[in-house]
């Protein structure tokens, strides 16, 4: 019975010691243009996932994580994606016989207009833009075409218009935002190197250090 008891409190401090030093932030060491993947392990077995690219942030997510000797599992939570783009249509019949307007009104998420860039990606023998008043004018019964909203730093709207109509396109463009990660289960392989480094592959960029933070107090 002292043994049991004995070996139970071993493996209950074993735990507990690896769950302590898997406290802070720790940052993988990329290779070329792969990217950076931070893990920040806080209190309570809870954890935040950043992943940055020559971009910027791509993906975030966070939740709990369980480490045993040779593995780190991640369980992400529930949470939801930023907004998407959003357009509204609004159709009119055309009184000519040879062609129909098509007219794009894009703002962003405040309502202020974006000098975005709308190209018609197929059947492009059937159009041509009338820059004094600012609309597509296009074969009257030509093909569906396929319009990319395009502007950097926002994400792109890809539309499919029939040509049956003269059409006012109002679009909402939103900017880019980093994959949010969500109800997502990862189980890596976890090895100890010391206790400010550990690895979860053979590769460089497997390899995870402890972030040091400064302290500022006094400069």
């Known amino acids: 019975m002292k043994l049991i008891l004995y070996t139970f409190f071993f493996l209950i401090s074993i735990v507990g010691i ?10 993988s060491m990329p290779m070329g243009e792969s990217g950076v993947t931070c893990l920040d392990f806080k209190e309570n077995n809870r954890f935040e996932y950043v992943l940055t690219d020559c971009l910027g942030v791509s993906a975030l997510g966070s939740g709990k994580f369980i480490l045993d000797g040779t593995s780190l599992k991640l369980i992400f939570d529930k949470a939801k994606q ?3 783009n959003k357009f509204e249509i609004t159709e009119t019949k055309t009184d000519s016989k040879k062609e129909v307007k098509l007219k794009f009104n894009i703002k962003d998420k405040n309502g202020f207009m974006l000098p975005a860039n709308v190209i018609r990606t197929t059947y492009r023998e059937h159009f041509f833009y009338d820059e004094m008043n600012e609309v597509f004018l296009v074969d009257k019964n030509s093909p569906k075409a396929i319009y990319s909203i395009e502007l950097i730093g926002y994400k792109t709207l890809l539309l499919d218009l029939d040509n049956l109509t003269n059409k006012v396109i109002d679009v909402v463009l939103f900017s880019i935002q980093p994959k949010i990660i969500s109800e997502k289960e990862l189980t890596i392989r976890w090895t100890k190197i ?9 590769n460089t960029w497997n390899r995870y250090k402890k972030v040091r933070i400064e302290n500022s107090k006094g400069k």
């Open 82 to 84: 930023k907004p998407k």
């Open 194 to 202: 010391n206790n400010d480094e550990f690895e979860t592959g053979p």
């Open 18 to 27: 690896s769950q302590e030093k898997m406290n802070g932030k720790y940052c």
